[in-house]
């Protein structure tokens, strides 16, 4: 009889199981980790055949002289800079895919006249360049001559004389770049018939319209709008437009008409 609580010793055959068993364990783990290794050893093979593949493959695809640059597609180039962007294409020659188009698209904005550069590779031998060029937007004397600006106050060319289209600005030296870009905001719509534009030390922006004989001051804010509202209404309220020399309109929903002597014409 077996005692309660006490475990039974095992017989010979069961003790020969066990040890039979456990030999057939530690089997089966060999040939796991031996199949493990072999498979592993397999894969690194493979990866290291399909690294060497495209390796090889991206050697010989950037070094394959069909896809060498043969030509740049230009698309509304700066024309006054265009010996500047040849200069500049020289240094990106070579295999298609290997250019680098930021550094190139970087390289091309440094041009004064150039805004913003979209470029994209055509296969098999050709990038296309389309140019987002700076309008000239002001103009004003400077030395014995005239300086041409865009809208951002960036000079794009020096001229003899003045040149039809920009706004005629006085001493560009009160304008920054910030005013200039909010200013050609305002006023472009009125652009054609814009005579010059000018600062005044107490009145502010000075704007000056073709056959208009008075200065008219709009103020700061809503130039157009404002500049707009007094030419719909200026034959109701100036009775002699050649005694006015001011129209003060720096205060919302107000006309101030300012009487006097002609200031000289510039």
């Not at 098999?124 to 600006?149: C, M, T, W, Y």
């Amino acid at each position: 009889m077996r005692t309660s609580g006490t475990k039974a010793m095992p017989t010979g055959i069961e003790f020969l199981r066990q040890r039979n068993n456990r030999h057939l364990k530690r089997e089966r783990k060999k040939r796991v980790l031996k199949m493990n290794g072999f498979y592993s050893a397999l894969i690194i093979a493979l990866l290291i055949s399909i690294g060497s593949a495209v390796y090889a493959f991206g050697v010989f695809i950037f070094r394959w002289e069909k896809l060498n640059i043969d030509s740049y597609k230009l698309i509304n180039p700066p024309v006054n800079h265009y010996d500047q962007v040849r200069e500049i294409l020289r240094d990106f020659r070579g295999n298609l895919l290997a250019v680098n188009l930021e550094s190139l698209r970087a390289a091309l904005q440094e041009i004064r006249s150039v805004r913003d550069v979209a470029i994209s590779r055509n296969l098999p031998d050709s990038i296309h360049i389309r140019f987002l060029l700076r309008q000239p937007a002001f103009q004003g004397p400077a030395g014995e001559g005239f300086r041409v600006l865009s809208r951002e106050g960036i000079v794009l060319d020096e001229t003899d004389r003045p040149v039809e289209g920009p706004i005629p600005l006085k001493n560009l030296r009160d304008w920054s770049p910030d005013r200039l870009e909010y200013l050609y905001g305002q006023l472009q719509d009125l652009q054609d018939r814009i005579e010059y534009v000018d600062h005044h030390p107490v009145y502010g922006t000075a704007v000056k319209l073709k056959g208009l004989d008075p200065v008219i001051y709009p103020g700061e804010a809503n130039l157009s709008a404002r500049i707009g509202f007094f030419l719909r209404i200026r034959d109701q309220v100036m009775e002699d437009p050649r005694a006015v020399i001011r129209v003060d309109l720096r205060i919302p929903n107000r006309i101030y008409l300012e009487y006097g002597e002609k200031e000289p014409r510039p």
